[in-house]
């Protein structure tokens, strides 16, 4: 018991992590003089390389699930270089992330369509919601994300995906909320390394790397379930991203610096925070506490 | 003379008329197909929790078919199908985790299946059975020993066969490898299964 927790918490955790803080390091140091201006592209290669390496080395170290992690993880990184380097034309960067998105779905969720979306009216239907979905979520990173610098974008994803790792830990599936958990290691190397140097912005290229590792994990962990998990606290997971939008809106987005950054951070914990809890309530514990 | 030949004739009409159906039927009685009888059938494993007791379960939903030849048992087969999502340990919150990535990922892998590649016989009654086992997405050859327990017509008037089995696997061979130190690696496979004869 005691080795599965150990290797939960260095290989699924601690690894990932440091890998992550010290490639972000590389790429930005913090203690060569920056100013906001200078810096547009920060975390670009770095996050796009080293958030689907971190999940590869946790997939290895902890015996994770799925078994497609290593194949997912490469257009991750693909679809995140492609974003660092290509911003225009637009047109482009959609056609690109419409292709990794599709692609990373069937890989894992294909057995939806073959056996459970029986007509092409549900495949279609399913599909086209899931790729929106995933798109909405890359929108709202990389907006967010080159409107803010600093820790704003990294600290919503940790607590986005601890929040949903134990979600998934509650309805059943330890091993997806372990990889997800990864996910949530990942950003918190990168909200350390943005609070060291508040002039660092998570986008392009990281955040959609990470955002198509953290849809296709939450997908996979959605629809591989025997019986779906809770819909209302899922659908509060859904929208808790976007609520990032909320420090854009009429007064508040004339807040500043930290202030703006604990708004838009606590209403994104807040929301996740409310789905975990309305999980814990409505399943009662742990699924693999019978053990 | 002519009427010696008609009637020699007519005999050998009327043997043809007998014989034929006997000796294709005893062409058939030889290697015979059977359905497998869910009713009649169960799949049940054991699991060490971890190093102290061992916990039982079961698979309701069986299926399948065999072949078997009484004057050739290497003729033999045995295809058998188990729903994984049927998966019974008659705790709730267990077989729900059973069922999700963390053991058989039922949803994206919905059988658990073996199919025989040869038999031998060993004895009387029993038999060495090769063949593939699949879980999830791993196949692996695995050999166990089968004993057949019985024959003869149940209440329906449908003709039977029986056959038992235990085996060990390791589950870790089969991608299901979660949390060895809460549940053991090795499980016990305990497989009786009825067949009813197809017409």
């Not at chain 1, 390091?25 to 390389?49: I, K, M």
């Not at chain 2, 061992?54 to 065999?66: A, L, Q, S, T």
Request: charged content about 15%.
């Amino acid at each position: 018991m005691e080795t599965v927790i150990f290797n939960a918490a260095v290989w699924g955790i601690l690894v990932p992590a440091t890998i992550t803080g010290l490639l972000m390091l590389v790429e930005q140091p913090p203690w060569r003089v920056t100013s906001e201006s200078d810096t547009p592209l920060g975390f670009g290669w770095a996050g796009a390389l080293t958030f689907p390496l971190g999940l590869v080395i946790a997939y290895v170290g902890t015996g994770g699930a799925p078994k497609n992690i290593p194949a997912i993880a490469f257009v991750a990184v693909l679809l995140g270089l492609f974003e660092f380097g290509i911003r225009k034309p637009q047109w482009a960067r959609w056609l690109v992330r419409a292709v990794a998105i599709t692609t990373i779905m069937f890989a894992l969720i294909g057995f939806q369509f073959a056996d459970y979306w029986t007509t092409l009216g549900q495949d279609l239907l399913w599909g086209t919601t899931i790729v929106a979905i995933t798109a909405l979520l890359f929108e709202t990173f990389d907006r967010v994300g080159r409107n803010r610098p600093g820790a704003t974008v990294p600290l919503t994803m940790m607590i986005l995906a601890a929040g949903t790792a134990g979600f998934f830990a509650l309805v059943g599936t330890a091993r997806v909320a372990q990889m997800i958990g990864a996910l949530a290691a990942v950003a918190g190397a990168a909200t350390v390394v943005a609070l060291w140097n508040c002039n660092t912005r998570i986008a392009p290229g990281a955040s959609t790397a990470w955002g198509l590792l953290y849809a296709g994990l939450t997908m996979f962990a959605l629809f591989s379930l025997m019986e779906l998990p809770p819909l209302g606290p899922f659908a509060i997971l859904l929208v808790a991203p976007h609520l990032l939008w909320l420090g854009d809106v009429g007064p508040l987005k004339n807040l500043s610096g930290w202030k703006d950054t604990a708004l838009r951070v606590a209403v994104v914990g807040a929301a996740t925070a409310a789905a975990l809890g309305w999980t814990q309530a409505l399943v009662g514990g742990g699924g693999g506490s019978v053990y | 003379m002519k009427n010696r030949k008609g009637l020699l004739t007519g005999l050998i009409a009327v043997l043809a008329f007998v014989l034929v159906p006997t000796l294709s039927f005893a062409q058939d009685d030889a290697e015979q197909t059977f359905s497998i009888d869910p009713a009649h059938s169960s799949v049940l494993f054991r699991a060490n929790h971890m190093n102290i007791g061992y916990v039982f379960g079961m698979f309701p939903e069986v299926g399948g078919e065999f072949t078997f030849n009484e004057e050739d048992p290497a003729a033999s087969s045995v295809s058998i199908e188990v729903e994984a999502g049927s998966v019974e340990t008659f705790v709730d919150k267990r077989d729900k985790h059973l069922r999700s990535p963390d053991f058989l990922s039922a949803k994206e892998f919905s059988t658990i299946t073996f199919e025989s590649t040869s038999i031998e016989q060993t004895g009387d009654k029993t038999f060495e059975v090769t063949g593939d086992f699949t879980i999830r997405d791993v196949t692996k050859e695995i050999t166990i020993d089968v004993k057949h327990l019985g024959s003869g017509k149940g209440p329906e008037g449908n003709f039977r066969r029986g056959f038992y089995t235990e085996f060990d696997i390791d589950r870790t061979q089969f991608n299901v490898d979660w949390n060895p130190k809460v549940v053991g690696k090795k499980l016990r496979i305990i497989l009786a299964f009825e067949g009813v004869v197809k017409n």
